[in-house]
C-alpha cells in the first residue's frame, strides 16, 4: 500500500470515528431525553467533571464566560469525545479490532458516569448502550466501505490495488456519500434531542404556573429618585432573564412543586416538614435585596437586585426550635448543593427569606423554581440555595458546605464593592463634560460614599442615586469638566456606613471574594 492510499484511509478512519460518535452521542441524546432526561450522556459527563475540576480552575472559567460556562463545558466534552474518537478512527486503519474494542470501551465511560451517580437506576444506561451499539455498527459499515481491513487485503483489493482512477473514486464516493449520509442522521438527532430539552423546559415551565399569594408584607415601592438616570447603567430591578446565574448544575431541575417539601432537620426540638401548599398559605413578604455572587471579579456582573417574595427563615426555624448550641443552617438543594450558613444571619431581624417569587413572578427554573434562599448580606455560595429542600441545624465544627470543601470559606460577608458602568471600557467618548456613573453595593451596612478619580487626580465625591434600603445596591453619577482629548483612566471606590473603605488590595477571589478598586479606561476624541 502506497503512501498516499494509506493516508486516504487514515482520514477515513479519523472521518468513520467521527461520524460513529456523533451518531452515538445524538442517539443516546434523543432516546434520554424522551425517556429519562438526567441520563443523557453529553450532559452527564460534562456534570461528572464539575467536581472534578480544580476549583482554581472553575472560578476563572465561571469569569471568563459567565452564564456561558455551562455551554463551554459541554461543548469541551463533545469536542474531547470527538478528538478522540478521530485518533481511534485512525488506529483503525491498522488496527480494526483493537480500535473498535477501544470505541466500546470509550463509549462504557460515560455508562459508568451515568450509573455511579447515587439517583441512577438501572434504565439510565439504556440510551447510551443503544448510543454505543448503533456507534460501533456505523463505525464497522464505514470501515467497510473505506477502510480496506487488512494491509493484504488492500494490496489484493481490485479496486485500490490497481489502482484504478474510476473505482478509487468509486469507493471514495460512496464511503463520503455513506459518511455524509450517517453524520446528518446523527446530527438530526442531536437537533431532536436539543429540541425536546425545550419542549421539557417548557413543560417545566408549565409546572412553574404555580399562583403566587399576594404579599401579607409588600415591599416599599422603588422611588423614582434610586436611579440616576443615566444612559448605560444597569436598571435598578434586574429582570428574570438578565439576572446572572451560577450554580454546579447543567440543567436545573424540573421539580413538581406538588411534590416538593422543605424539611426542618438538625439539632432542633422537633423536626418539621412543610410542602408547597403549607408555605404559600405563610403570610408571604415581600423584600427587594440585591444577591451577589462571591466569584465576581472587580467590575464583573455576577450580581443583581430583585424583589423578593417568601417567608421569613427565622420564622420557619422557630417552628422547629433549634437547639441553642446550634451555630450554622447547612441548607441542602434539591441537586446536592448544600450551603452553610451562620445561624444568626437567619434568626436576626434581616429579611432571610425562603423566596418563592422574584419581581412578581414565581422563581425561574434557572433561579431555583420552586423555593430558594436569599439571605441579605452574604454571598451566594454560602446562603442562597436554589432548589432549596432541607434546613439542617447544625455547627460549624460538624458540617461544611459544598463549596467549603472546595477551598472556599465557610463563611463568607458581602464586601463594599462598586463598578463603573459609564462610560464602557474603551470607549470613545466626544470632548466635553463627561459623565460617569455605576452602581455600588455593601449589604447590611449600606452605601455613604463613593468616590471616583480621573487619572491620577484627587478623589471627588459623586452624588448618590436614593438608599432603598441597606440590602439592596445603590446607583451613584458624577461629571468631570473640560476632560482633554485623549486617553483617560478613571478608578472608583466605595465606603460603607460602617466607615468601611473598599480596600485597594487586589487579590483573588478564593477564599471570600476578589477585592480591589474598579478602574477604566477610555478615550476622549
Ligand atoms: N442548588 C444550588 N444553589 C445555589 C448554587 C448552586 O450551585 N446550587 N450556587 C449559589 C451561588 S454560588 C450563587 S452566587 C447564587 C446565585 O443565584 P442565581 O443563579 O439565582 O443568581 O446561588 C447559590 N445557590
Ligand atoms: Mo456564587
Same mark, same amino acid.
Given at each position: ?46 456534570q ?7 476549583? *482554581? ?6 469569569? !471568563?464566560f ?12 463533545? !469536542? ?7 485518533l ?16 466500546v470501551? %470509550?463509549?462504557?465511560?460515560p ?17 447510551? !448502550? ?7 455498527a #456505523?463505525?464497522?459499515?464505514? &470501515? ?7 494491509? %493484504? ?38 437537533? @431532536? ?11 417545566? %415551565?408549565?409546572v ?7 404579599p401579607?408584607?409588600? $415591599? ?19 429582570? *428574570?432573564?438578565?439576572?446572572y ?16 417539601? &422543605? ?35 472587580v467590575?464583573?456582573?455576577? /450580581? ?16 422547629? +426550635?433549634?437547639?441553642?448550641?446550634a451555630?450554622?443552617? &447547612? ?7 448544600? $450551603? ?8 436576626d431581624?434581616? @429579611?432571610?427569606?425562603?423566596? #418563592?417569587?422574584?419581581?412578581g ?19 451566594g455560595?454560602?446562603?442562597? =440555595? ?7 441545624? =447544625?455547627?460549624f ?14 463563611k %463568607? ?5 462598586? +463598578?463603573?458602568? /459609564? ?28 468616590? #471616583? ?15 432603598? =434600603? ?6 451613584? +453619577? ?27 488590595k ?20
Amino acid at each position: 500500500m502506497n503512501r498516499t492510499t494509506r493516508a486516504t484511509h487514515r482520514f477515513r478512519g479519523v472521518v468513520a470515528g467521527i461520524v460513529a460518535t456523533v451518531m452515538m452521542f445524538g442517539l443516546a441524546d434523543l432516546i434520554a431525553r424522551a425517556f429519562t432526561p438526567s441520563a443523557a450522556p453529553l450532559l452527564t459527563l460534562g456534570q461528572a467533571i464539575i467536581p472534578l475540576a480544580p476549583p *482554581a480552575a472553575i472560578k476563572p472559567v465561571i469569569a !471568563l464566560f459567565g452564564d456561558n460556562d455551562k455551554l463551554v463545558l459541554v461543548l469541551s466534552t463533545g !469536542l474531547g469525545a470527538i478528538i478522540l474518537a478521530g485518533l481511534i478512527g485512525a488506529l483503525a486503519v491498522s488496527r480494526r479490532r483493537l480500535a473498535t474494542t477501544l470505541l466500546v470501551v %470509550a463509549g462504557l465511560v460515560p455508562v459508568i458516569v451515568i450509573i455511579i451517580r447515587p439517583e441512577a437506576g438501572a434504565i439510565d444506561v439504556i440510551p447510551t !448502550l443503544i448510543g454505543i451499539a448503533a456507534g460501533v455498527a #456505523v463505525f464497522l459499515l464505514l &470501515l467497510r466501505f473505506g477502510v480496506p481491513a487488512t494491509h %493484504a487485503e488492500a494490496t489484493d483489493s481490485p479496486d485500490v490495488a490497481r489502482g484504478s482512477r474510476t473505482s478509487e473514486s468509486l469507493s471514495r464516493r460512496r464511503f463520503f456519500g455513506l459518511a455524509g449520509a450517517i453524520g446528518a442522521i446523527g446530527a438530526v438527532t442531536i437537533a @431532536a434531542g436539543q429540541t425536546l430539552v425545550s419542549l421539557t423546559q417548557e413543560a417545566g %415551565a408549565a409546572v412553574a404556573k404555580l399562583v403566587l399569594p399576594t404579599p401579607a408584607k409588600k $415591599a416599599a415601592a422603588i422611588p423614582a429618585a434610586a436611579s440616576t438616570d443615566l444612559d448605560g447603567t444597569v436598571p435598578f430591578v434586574t429582570e *428574570a432573564k438578565d439576572f446572572y446565574r451560577i450554580d454546579t448544575v447543567l440543567s436545573p431541575p424540573v421539580i413538581d412543586p406538588e411534590q416538593w417539601s &422543605l424539611r426542618i432537620h438538625g439539632m432542633v426540638e422537633e423536626e418539621v416538614t412543610l410542602t408547597m401548599d403549607d408555605v404559600l398559605d405563610l403570610p408571604q413578604e415581600e423584600h427587594h435585596i440585591t444577591l451577589t455572587c462571591v466569584s465576581n471579579p472587580v467590575g464583573g456582573d455576577l /450580581v443583581g437586585n430583585a424583589t423578593w417574595l417568601g417567608y421569613p427563615v427565622r420564622d420557619l426555624l422557630a417552628r422547629a +426550635r433549634p437547639n441553642s448550641q446550634a451555630d450554622m443552617v &447547612l441548607s441542602h438543594s434539591f441537586d446536592g448543593f448544600t $450551603a452553610s450558613t451562620p445561624i444568626g444571619a437567619l434568626t436576626d431581624d434581616r @429579611a432571610a427569606l425562603l423566596a #418563592v417569587g422574584m419581581n412578581g413572578e414565581p422563581l425561574t427554573p434557572i433561579h431555583g423554581f420552586p423555593a430558594r434562599l436569599v439571605v441579605p448580606g452574604l454571598y451566594g455560595f454560602v446562603s442562597a =440555595t436554589k432548589w432549596v429542600t432541607e434546613l439542617e441545624v =447544625t455547627r460549624f465544627d460538624e458540617k461544611t458546605a459544598y463549596w467549603t470543601d472546595r477551598g472556599w470559606d465557610a463563611k %463568607a460577608p458581602i464586601l463594599v464593592a462598586s +463598578r463603573i458602568e /459609564v462610560p464602557k471600557p474603551l470607549a470613545k467618548v466626544p470632548a466635553g463634560d463627561i459623565r460617569v456613573g455605576g452602581t455600588a453595593w455593601a449589604q447590611r451596612a449600606g452605601i455613604d460614599r463613593v468616590e #471616583v478619580k480621573l487619572d491620577d487626580g484627587e478623589w471627588t465625591q459623586a452624588d448618590l442615586a436614593e438608599e432603598v =434600603t441597606i440590602d439592596t445596591w445603590r446607583q451613584w +453619577r458624577t461629571e468631570f469638566a473640560e476632560v482633554a482629548a485623549g486617553s483617560h483612566t478613571l478608578t472608583v471606590r466605595a465606603t460603607d456606613k460602617d466607615g468601611t473603605v473598599q480596600t485597594a488590595k487586589r487579590r483573588d477571589s478564593i477564599p471570600n471574594s476578589a477585592t480591589g478598586h474598579h478602574h477604566i479606561q477610555f478615550r476622549v476624541e
